[in-house]
Structures are given as C-alpha cells and as structure tokens.
DNA sequence: CCTAAATGTTTTAAGTTTGAAATAAATCTG
DNA sequence: CAGATTTATTTCAAACTTAAAACATTTAGG
C-alpha cells in the first residue's frame, strides 16, 4: 500500500525531522512572543531594538552596518531602519570611518549602553524562567547540539 | 570577587540558557531564511501564506479567522492580510457560518489544495535535507523534549 | 590617470507583523 | 426586550522585513 519497507522508513524520517521542524518553530515563536511583549510593557521597546544593541554592545570600537547585517543576519535595509530610529532616541551613534567614506560605524552611545545594561539582565532573568526546567547541562548539551547543526547548516550554504 | 558560590552556580545556569536560546534562535532563523528563500524562488510564494493553508489544510470544513490566528500564533489583523492575497489569488475562500454573522469560515479553494500539496511535499523534503543530521531517533527524542517545554511555557502562561 | 568592477549603504515597493481602535453581531441581564 | 457586555473580524498606524534598485565611494586594470 505505501510502498517498499526501505521507503517507508525514509518517509517516516522526513516526518519526524518534520515534526520536530515544527515543534523547534513552535517553541521559538511562543518564546519570542513572551520576550516581545515584555521589552514593551517593561522597557516599551522591540526584540530588533534590543538585538541590534545587544550586537553593539559586543564591540565597544562599533560595528560597520553591513556587519551588523551579517552578525543578526537580517538585511542591510533592515538595519539601516531600527539603527535610524535607536539613533533619533539617542541610544546609538554613526560615526564615519576614516579612510572609506563610504562606510559607517555604528556604536551605542553612553545612554545606549546604560539602558542596554538594564534590558539585557532582565532579558537573561525572563529566558531563566521560561528554560528554567532545563537543568544547566541539559541546557548545555542542546546548545552543543544546535552548534553543530548550524555548522553543518552553514555549510551547505556554504557549497551552493 | 563575583559572590557567593550558590550565586555563582545559578549565574552560571542563567548563562548555559541564554546561550541555548540565542543557539535556538539562531538555528530556526537560518532555518526560516532557507526556506523563505525556496518559496520565493521555487513557488513564488512566501512563508506566511505557507503557514496559512497548511493550517487550512488539516482542516477540511474551514477555520474561523480568530481560529486560524491561535493556531497560527499571530494577529487577528496579520490573518486578514494575509488571506485577503490568498483569496485574490483564488487559493482560499472566505464562507459565511450559518447562524453567526460576525464570523468567517476560511477554507482552501480546490486549486488552494492543489498548490498546496505541491508545496508541502517539496517543503517536507527541504527539512529532511537539512535535518538529515538527525536520526529519527534523535528527531523524535527533541521533538518530545521540546513537547513538554511547550506545555510548561503554556501553562506559565496560562497562570499568569 | 581613467574607466570598470566591486563594495558599503540607503532607498523603494511590497508584504508581514503587532497592538489598539473601530465595527458589527450575538449574548447576557435586569 | 432594551441596554450593556462580550465576541469576531477588520481597519489603522507604526514598525519590521525582504529583495532589488539606486547611489556613493573605493579598488583594480589598462
């Protein structure tokens, strides 16, 4: 009826890579819907808000806005967006590069980093709590996991 | 230096979270990237509407607009939207219910169904090439896991 | 040096997304 | 049954997102 035993272990392995496709994107979206509405009420601010200054805050020299593009991996129009609008608010800055007048680098200014500071020891209590049936290796381990996946991941991207 | 040794450890437990979530988020947008890319390229379609008529799909007799925002996890408003174009291009149709004229069935149109099927199988297949990492096995031990973090994360929820 | 290709960023058009306000209809309550 | 509340959906404004086009500048070849 449905096909060769060879074949119907095959599709019952795409199924249950499938179905853990779907519970991985299940998972993700309940939390970032928990962190989103939370960065509004408590600090009425965005997820990407908060994403791209959580990438400055990694490089106190500034990030180049095509890096900052490749580090969220979102697009270079995108960034140049929320960057706009955290720079009206005062909380990063462009600063020319000297020797390429084409690029800017972006960097949070000192309320920046101050209000950075804040959002970012909430946002790591917020996700303790929602993992917090993860024990610190179980934690750990699935992080490894996910490691080699994306690796492998970006390797065939890589090859294409 | 950095406090008592009970703090330090529940430091560290924080940490090995966040770094899963970051991990986590990272996998599933590199994930979404590859296949909103292929939608694009190879059906002229996008993700969202994906996501739509996959719901309608496991649901011969329609879905309600509100019904299709839980599942789906997104707006009532982004719905609309979305099956606004969905109808346009003749995919979905909108059915009135019998005995309450505030609501709307929403039900894949025959060509829906049709496009539909196309897509799922090749849709299918790109997570089985990308996961082919995974046993099924292993699949099938992070998808339960992943289970029964959903159900705590919607019970918190609830509570709340 | 001068042009062609490459690089860095912004702009644009279309679609997605949210939360809140508006609308419409059904249900509850006195 | 009339008014108030609740429920289902759409509309709206603002932000996010992408891919592609436009722009500015730099680098590479001749």
């Given at each position: 009826m449905s096909g060769t035993p060879q074949i119907r272990l095959a599709e019952q392995g795409s199924k249950q890579r499938l179905r853990l496709w779907l519970r991985l994107l299940a998972v993700t979206r309940k939390i970032e819907a928990e962190l989103r509405e939370r960065m509004r009420t408590e600090f009425d601010s965005t997820l990407p808000r908060f994403d791209v200054m959580a990438a400055l805050s990694r490089h106190d020299q500034g990030l180049r806005m095509s890096a900052l593009s490749g580090v969220l991996r979102v697009s270079n129009g995108n960034v140049?967006?929320?960057?706009d609008r955290l720079a009206e608010d005062g909380l990063v800055m462009r600063v020319p590069v000297a020797g390429d007048r084409r690029a800017t680098l972006v960097r949070l200014t000192a309320k920046g980093a101050e209000v950075f500071a804040r959002q970012?020891?909430?946002?790591?209590?917020?996700?303790d709590a929602m993992l917090a049936e993860l024990s610190p290796e179980e934690a750990r381990n699935y992080a490894a996991r996910l490691r080699t996946l994306a690796n492998r991941l970006d390797d065939k991207g890589a090859t294409e």
């Open positions: 140049t967006g929320i960057v970012a020891a909430e946002h790591e209590a917020w996700i």
